[in-house]
């Protein structure tokens, strides 16, 4: 074994040595003073204090007031939308709020509470601070937002607007959806001042997607249309076509086509504007109310084979326009759905309902103008069954009055409303759906009676209708040629 005795021999041998490494390293530095320039020597002083210092990120801090000189300022109110959804369930202290309009409660940043974010990578943290207020003043509001300063391009670049982005997301969804038209006063309480010629209710139609008596390939194909629609604003930018689109709803009375309507509004979170041309008797006063109408928005004329010379212009049995005074056109309104006008706003959906499609003038149905046609037929075995679960809460499972409503209703020709009808007639499902059967087999009766009774029509009396319906036109051409 090896032992070290701390002898006054061993002491003054480490003395030494330390001296001499002393006075070496002054030596040294003397020597680099006097060779190495002085810009290089400060640059590898800071390499060498990076390199054996811990890292300690140096913090930036955002100043988000709440007024941008007069105005409101955008990326505080979006920070407080925002921050909504990043509240922890382990907050000390948050806000709660609700309006008497609105339908959930609303939680809030307290101040003094810190509020953590993380971007990709880059972690954030937001605080609500307030002033004192001073000499009368209002209480001075704003957040601040604190990051690493080495992601300061990207949080000003990216996260902000990504901020901004997912507070008008929310704005959207909370707002309660407007139901617009021209018979009722045009101040809006909501908004807070006047919409042009329209006035608005709230619209609370709770049509949805899910409760709709629809063909389900049908109804899948409209959802998927409209999310590519409202996706691609910069796709419509750049092909050159206005950011718009138009569907056409036919089909019987009762098949569900303003449902419809109110399903795609509460499935976008677009307002509705009800349009009556009935009550428009120029091209430029429709085209001054439509573009009075907001981006985002659905604009309906229903029943457009009534209006005012919208037929289809190549019938000769078209009914004469009992209103002479009008100047409205179809000319009119083709230039506003897919002319010049048809640019004057974004994100809009377009739809016309008609109960006959064949007295459309084609010029309305084309590409472009209507894109996507959709025949809202009688009820189908499949729109049955989620009328069935609407009013009963009977689910997928077979009942046992089940195969013989689908039997009727595959000889019979029923709409959704004649059957939702039936369905409220009692709350025990097999009260109802006894009900449903009884309804459909009268349905099918009086179907099978009626065939009959044309079936037995004398033929002479066939004849001599067409021959009316024919004088009736050949009198109508020749009043035309007169005029």
Same mark, same amino acid.
């Given at each position: ?14 003395? @030494? ?9 002054? *030596?040294?530095? =003397? ?12 640059? !590898?002083?800071?390499?060498? +204090?990076?390199?054996?210092? /811990? ?7 955002? $100043? ?16 407080? *939308?925002? !921050?909504?959804?990043?509240?922890? /369930? ?15 409660? %609303? ?12 971007? +990709? ?7 609500? $601070? ?54 009722? /006063? ?8 006047? &919409? ?8 609370? %139609? ?14 899948? &194909? ?25 569907? #056409? ?18 499935? *976008? ?12 008797? @120029? ?27 919208? %037929? ?27 002319? #010049?006008? =048809? ?16 007295? !459309?003038?084609?010029? #309305? ?9 959709? +025949? ?15 009013? *009963? ?5 077979? +009942? $046992? ?5 689908? @039997? ?49 029509? /004398? ?25």
């Amino acid at each position: 074994m090896f032992s070290f005795e701390n002898t006054p021999t061993t002491a003054s041998t480490l003395f @030494s040595a330390y001296a001499s490494f002393a006075a070496s390293m002054m *030596l040294f530095r =003397s020597v680099a003073n006097e060779i190495i320039p002085a810009p290089i020597r400060s640059y !590898l002083e800071a390499f060498l +204090h990076r390199l054996f210092t /811990p890292y300690k990120p140096s913090q930036a801090t955002i $100043v988000v007031e709440e007024q941008c000189g007069i105005s409101t300022n955008e990326v505080y109110e979006a920070a407080e *939308l925002y !921050l909504r959804t990043k509240i922890s /369930p382990m907050a000390d202290r948050f806000k709660v709020g609700k309006t008497q309009k609105q339908k959930t409660l %609303h939680i809030g940043v307290e101040k003094g509470e810190a509020i953590p974010d993380q971007f +990709h990578e880059i972690h954030l943290k937001w605080q609500l $601070v307030s002033d004192e207020p001073k000499d009368g003043l209002r209480e001075k509001k704003f957040y601040e937002l604190c990051f690493d300063k080495k992601f300061r391009d990207r949080v000003v670049n990216e996260y902000l607007p990504f901020v901004i982005s997912k507070a008008n997301e929310i704005k959207n969804n909370d707002k309660p959806l407007k139901l617009y038209t021209r018979d009722i /006063p045009s101040y809006d309480d909501d908004d807070g001042g006047y &919409n042009g010629d329209w006035g608005s209710i709230t619209l609370d %139609h709770p049509s949805t997607f899910e409760t709709l008596a629809m063909d389900p390939k049908m109804k899948a &194909n409209l959802m998927e249309d409209l999310d590519r629609f409202v996706r691609r604003r910069e796709f419509y930018k750049k092909v050159g076509k206005a950011w718009k689109r138009g569907y #056409l709803l036919y089909g019987p009375p009762g098949t569900g086509k303003s449902s419809l309507i109110a399903a795609m509004a509460n499935y *976008l979170k677009f307002n509705v504007y009800d349009l009556e041309l009935s009550s428009i008797y @120029s091209n430029s006063e429709l085209r001054r109310i439509l573009v009075s109408t907001n981006n985002r928005s659905i604009i309906v004329i229903e029943d457009i084979d009534c209006s005012v010379q919208m %037929h289809n212009r190549d019938h000769t049995e078209d009914q004469e326009d009992s209103r002479s005074d009008s100047k409205l056109t179809l000319s009119g309104l083709l230039n506003f759905i897919d002319g #010049l006008w =048809s640019s004057c706003g974004d994100e809009r959906i377009i739809i016309f309902t008609t109960n006959h499609k064949d007295r !459309l003038d084609p010029a #309305l149905l084309r590409p472009g103008r209507m894109d996507m046609h959709i +025949h809202m037929s009688y009820c189908t075995m499949e729109g049955f069954m989620i009328l069935a679960r609407n009013y *009963l809460d009977i689910g997928d499972h077979d +009942h $046992v009055l089940f195969k013989e409503i689908k @039997s009727l209703m595959e000889t019979s020709e029923v709409t959704p409303a004649e059957l939702a009808e039936e369905l409220m007639q009692s709350e025990v499902s097999d009260v109802a759906l006894a009900g449903v059967v009884e309804f459909l087999k009268r349905k099918k009766s009086l179907s099978a009676a009626a065939g009959r009774s044309e079936e037995s029509k /004398p033929v002479t009396s066939q004849k001599e209708e067409m021959n009316k319906k024919t004088t009736t036109k050949v009198k109508k051409q020749k009043g035309r040629k007169r005029k």
